[in-house]
């Protein structure tokens, strides 16, 4: 597997533990925060649950890069989900989506193409059989809105 999909699948790990728990209100880092009990937010996450170094940093990137611009991109994906919410979609859906946004919203560096393909496969392998089209169409309506030229936005490193 890639490093980068790898890093990925690493990133919808931490964002659904995290969705699941209730932790996103506290940028992952809460009383209950995963990586264990009592603490450790997402670095004590990449840490116990992967070892190259290169899957750790773009995962931390995928993850914190979302804590950060939270209600930017979740606002971004309401606008552009007719007659859904992001509190009515699947968990797995919701958190493949912002990492998806993130990526053509933040990433200069990412093709969008690259960005959509990424998520549609991490939608159906985690999944519903519908989740592939629901993220596909979703993500490149993101991608009208923003457009494909660089603006400005950070490489992804």
Not at 115 to 133: P, R, W, Y
């Amino acid at each position: 597997m890639r490093k980068r999909t790898a890093a990925r699948e690493l990133a919808l790990q931490f964002l659904y533990q995290c969705d699941v728990l209730g932790d996103l209100e506290r940028g992952g880092d809460g009383g209950s925060a995963p990586g264990g009990p009592g603490g450790g937010g997402l670095e004590a996450f990449l840490q116990e649950h992967e070892r190259a170094d290169a899957v750790r940093s773009y995962a931390s990137q995928l993850a914190g890069g979302f804590l950060q611009n939270r209600r930017e991109i979740d606002r971004k994906i309401n606008g552009v989900a007719e007659h859904w919410t992001l509190s009515r979609m699947a968990v797995v859906d919701r958190n493949v989506l912002r990492i998806g946004a993130y990526e053509l919203m933040f990433c200069e560096d990412i093709p969008p193409k690259v960005a959509i393909n990424e998520a549609v496969d991490l939608a159906k392998k985690f999944g519903s059989a519908e989740s592939g089209a629901f993220v596909n169409g979703l993500l490149d309506r993101i991608k009208g809105e923003v457009g494909g030229e660089p603006d400005g936005r950070p490489p992804c490193a």
